[in-house]
């Protein structure tokens, strides 16, 4: 049985990259890390996974949090050069 670690590691996620995607769906850890392994499998659920990224990025962004904005703004722009979009 694959752990998530196991999960995290074949699809190339961080534990950062899981946590702002659980924040931004309000779901553990673990139940976004299962979402964004099936997820980043597709051009179309790649481009999902940035857009909550980008979507946290501009909430914190909104409420003045440049510390959260600019680690949310960071780990978007690893996840999209790690798992670029097909043009």
Known sequence: MLSIRDCLDYC??????????????????????QMACGLVQTPEGVLLLTNYMLDLVERATERGDVQKAREARKLCERFMADHPLPH
Do not use: F, K
């Open 12 to 33: 190339d996620l961080t534990d950062d990259e899981v946590a702002l995607i659980a924040e931004h769906e309000g779901i553990p850890d673990a139940a976004a890390a």
